[in-house]
């Protein structure tokens, strides 16, 4: 028991270790610069007569990023083959950071589960990054959230994802 255990361990240690080391020398991002110009579209067409593509365009969208990552377990047969670590943030219509902190642990067991799902599916194997995939775990995740969080969800991003093989 301890022989499967052990090795498990490591694997979850040099995960969170890599993925940790990854954050600390990515190079520093311009936030103010990538807020703008995807606010500035919506407020144009807002402008010229149009509707908006979202319910929550004539509000400020605030985003807000989980603290701690996600860890699944890519599960095959009875044995686990890898582990996917993923951090997540949240787009919101109008900003209520103590409300997404209060109800925290329900938020973190909804979008576990959604990742269980895309999982047990079969959307964390072989090309895992491709743009649909990650497009329907998005928006799974976003629809499990707003089931926490109600309208004011705009969107769940996923800000870092990586896969180690076990």
């Known amino acids: 028991m301890i022989r499967l255990l052990l090795p ?8 969170i ?6 954050l ?4 520093a991002s311009q936030d103010s610069e990538q807020v703008d110009p995807q606010q500035e579209p919506v407020a144009k067409n807002t402008e010229q007569g149009g509707e908006a593509n979202s319910p929550a365009a004539d ?3 605030d985003y807000i990023k989980l603290n701690n990552q996600f860890v699944v377990p890519i599960v095959d ?11 997540l943030g949240l787009e919101l219509a109008n900003s209520d950071r103590e409300k997404v902190f209060s109800v925290e642990p329900k938020l ?6 959604a990742m269980f799902d895309h999982a047990n599916m079969g959307g964390f194997d072989g090309d895992f990054t491709e743009v649909n995939r ?12 707003r089931q926490v969080l109600g309208p004011d969800l705009v969107e769940v991003l996923i800000l870092d994802i990586a896969r180690q093989d076990l």
């Open 134 to 145: 990650l497009d329907t775990l998005r928006d799974a995740l976003s629809s499990a959230a």
């Open 17 to 22: 270790a890599g993925v940790g080391a990854g």
């Open 108 to 113: 973190r067991d909804v979008l576990l589960r």
């Open 59 to 61: 509000t400020k969208k």
């Open 77 to 87: 047969g009875e044995r686990v083959t890898s582990m996917v670590v993923m951090s």
């Open 24 to 27: 600390a020398f990515r190079p």
């Open 8 to 15: 498990l361990v490591l694997a979850l240690v040099g995960i």
